[in-house]
Structures are given as structure tokens and as C-alpha cells.
């Protein structure tokens, strides 16, 4: 448990199924603190490869979640779906102890208003995969790419939403994909001297070069983040 709790957020993830894991291995690897509990021994100790908070729980009462110190996270996530009474009463205890933060997965529509009702915030991930695989196959075929080498190819696409209002330099497409901006079409206007301070707006058009694994990084992490905030 957190004894001496950071300025970073803290997780507590229940339940190391194939979501629950792929998420603690996400969290640990973007150097968050976690604590993890699932009654597998042989996936409990896979984790601790990633985190020491790790524990082997027989129950998921509320006596035993409290001395696994859960209770000291910012955010807890219930990765236990399938057994809809196990979800439904962990995620009880869960709201019970006070954390800020409780998100529990759903497999139906019946189940997440039920998790919603005891105070939770619902995620769907099979629902969200497929709309995301929806969302990044109509990107693949609507993505306009010109090659003029193996490394450089230009491509544009319309300012993602979440570099609305920030500068060119803050959001330093070079840095992060390995994309220059060569020009921006804003207002009727095509601009081909972009300054680090130049902010994005709503209706800009992008015109990008570098390569075309970052191309199409930045068009996946733009898709991404859009449905994530769905």
C-alpha cells in the first residue's frame, strides 16, 4: 500500500483478466502507482514483475479490499465483468470506501446501469474496441498520402481536437511523431511560415511530411483520443 503517497495519480485495478492486465501493464509502464488484487496466484505474481503492490485475495469484502489499502487510490477500476454479482458487490465497496474515482467494466447495457446507479463510471471495452477499429479503418481508407520517398511523404488532415488552442510548439508533432508542419489552411488562408507560437485553431487544415508510420500514428492517436472522450 501507498505509505508515503506521491503527487502522482494512484490506481487500484481489481481483477487480472485480459482487460485488467493490459491495463495495469499500460499504467505500470507510463510510471504510475498501482495496486493490483486477483485471487490467481500465477497472474498476481506475473504482475509484480511491474508493481510490489500486488496481492492474492481470497475475497473482494469490504473488510479484505480496505487492508489491501485500495482505499488510499485516486482511482480504482473493477476489471471483473463476467461474474455480474462479484462486479456489482465489489464495486459497492469500492464506492462505500471513499475512493475519488471508481470506473468498473460492463459486458451489457443491463449491467453498466446498475454499476452507474451504485456510483461508478461505465466502460464498455469490447463496445469502445469495435468503434475504434471502425473509426481507424474509414481512417485507412480515407487517409490521403503522397509518397516522394521511403521517408518523406505529405499528407493533411484537419487540426485534431485536442491541439485546438495550443501552440505548435506544445504540441511538438515533430518531437512526438517525427512530423514537420510544412503549411496551415485557416480562414481562407494558407500559411507556409508557421511559428513555434502560432496557436492551433477550430477549422485548420494540416499539411504534414515525414514518414508514413508517423502519419498514420498521428491519425490513430487522434481517433483515439476523440473516442475516448466519447
Partial sequence: MFRNKSSKTTYGIVGLGRFGQALAQELAESGAELI??????????????LTENAYIVKSLDKKTLQASGIQNCDVAVVCIGEQMDT???????LVSLGIPKVLAKATSMEHGVI??????EVVYPERDMAVRLAA???MARELDIIQLSEQINISKMQVPVQLIGKSVADANL???FGLNIIAIESDGRVLENIQPDYLFCAKDILYLSGS???L???NEWAIYQKTKAV
Fill in 136 to 138: 481507424r479503418l474509414e
Fill in 36 to 49: 493490483v488484487l486477483d485471487r490467481d496466484e500465477e497472474k498476481v505474481s506475473e504482475i509484480r514483475e
Fill in 174 to 176: 515533430r518531437g512526438r
Fill in 216 to 218: 498514420l500514428q498521428i
Fill in 115 to 120: 454499476l452507474e446507479k451504485l456510483g461508478a
Fill in 212 to 214: 508514413k508510420d508517423g
Fill in 87 to 93: 462486479s456489482i458487490l465489489t464495486t459497492l465497496n
